[in-house]
């Protein structure tokens, strides 16, 4: 593991590779209650799509239909609106939204660079956003309807890039990666671009920055000095930095529950991927998954309740692993399953 597996899902949602294998796409309802809805990327019709579906994977509705990749949809927080990515009109990357069933799609940026990692602010107000037109990729913000797009990160040419933006919960705050000191630390500034702070200032890579739900803490991905990816966590300016997991695992992509009280992540032993579970200081540490393939991307419901992933095709499981029961019926998903908020 000397490569930081830290960048595959990054890497794979930017480049529109699979993170798991292909082959034609069904639905295989699994019996459960279909509580809530999950919006994901599939190859199933032939080119990537933006499709809905109800947790049990039925009620499968295809929202984008056109011969260009569309992907990487991210719901605003009301619920009524996803906001996607599509080479569709110039085979770059470019940000998209539309109605939650997939009516007025709306081309939101315009330019000859790519735009990806699109992030609505909590109040639906505005869209952050990661895009190379200035030569280097930088944290952007937008209007929702795309108007008055304005770099945020603003980080000189030459110095690294600035990518993954992640609100704080309350809206004030953006968290994002940024290599501008020479190695990928995590940074947060206000929501204007000002007050711009290294968190973690130490000289190994750190990813994934994730907000707590009440916004007092930042969990992340880091192998400061151990080797190996582990996640740890902060308080939000920084100070209180602890080490949750201790294991031989690259443990990497840490997600809190929606009270706040779990972090779910993927864990690589080498040879497959897992979804684990433990508690918000680190203690009952659980494999969820507990099988030999590749299991990543968890995401939580929005009452806590499930856990949405990837592997040979999207699964849905109880938050403590049992039930686990496949909604669709191959790999041919892309990126991280999208649940609608409540």
């Known amino acids: ?114 735009d990806f990692a699109v992030a609505w ?56 990666i940024s290599g501008r000191d020479g190695n990928d630390e995590i940074y947060v500034m206000k929501s204007d671009g000002s007050g711009q702070a290294n968190l973690t200032n130490n000289a190994r890579g750190d990813y994934f920055p994730a907000w707590s739900p009440h916004g007092s803490k930042i969990a992340f991905e880091s192998s400061l000095g151990y080797g190996n990816g582990e996640v740890y966590v902060m308080n939000a300016d920084g100070s209180g930095v602890t080490r949750l997991t201790s294991t031989p695992l690259w443990s990497y992509e840490p997600v809190w529950s929606p009270d706040g009280s779990k972090i779910a992540f993927s864990a690589y032993d080498g040879s497959n991927t897992g979804i684990y579970v433990m508690n918000a200081d680190g203690s009952g540490l659980r494999n969820l998954t507990n099988k030999s393939a590749f299991t990543a991307v968890p995401q939580w419901s929005p009452d806590g309740r499930q856990i949405a992933f990837v592997g040979d095709g999207l699964y849905v499981m109880n938050a403590d692993g049992s039930g686990i029961a496949r909604v669709t019926n191959s790999a041919s998903n892309f990126g991280a399953p999208a649940w609608r908020p409540r």
């Open 121 to 176: 602010s909590p109040d639906g107000s505005k869209i952050a956003f990661q895009t190379n037109r200035d030569g280097n990729w930088e944290v952007y913000v937008m209007n929702a309807d795309g108007s008055a797009p304005l770099n945020l990160s603003n980080n000189a040419v030459g110095l690294g890039n600035d990518w993954a933006p992640a609100w704080s919960p309350d809206g004030s705050k953006i968290a994002f």
């Open 1 to 114: 593991m000397h490569r930081n597996v830290s960048n595959v899902r990054w890497l794979a949602a930017v480049l529109g590779l699979a993170l798991a294998g292909c082959g034609s796409d069904s639905t295989a309802p699994s019996g459960r209650p279909a509580a809530g809805q999950i919006a994901f990327t599939s190859e199933r019709d032939g080119d990537q799509e933006i499709y809905l579906m109800h947790a049990d994977g039925s009620g499968v509705t295809r929202l984008t239909s056109n011969p260009a990749r569309d992907f990487w949809p991210v719901w605003s927080s009301d619920g009524t609106k996803i906001a996607f990515v599509s080479d569709r009109d110039d085979g770059n990357g470019e940000i998209y939204v539309m109605n939650a069933d997939g009516s007025g799609v709306t081309r939101l940026t315009n330019n000859t660079a790519s």
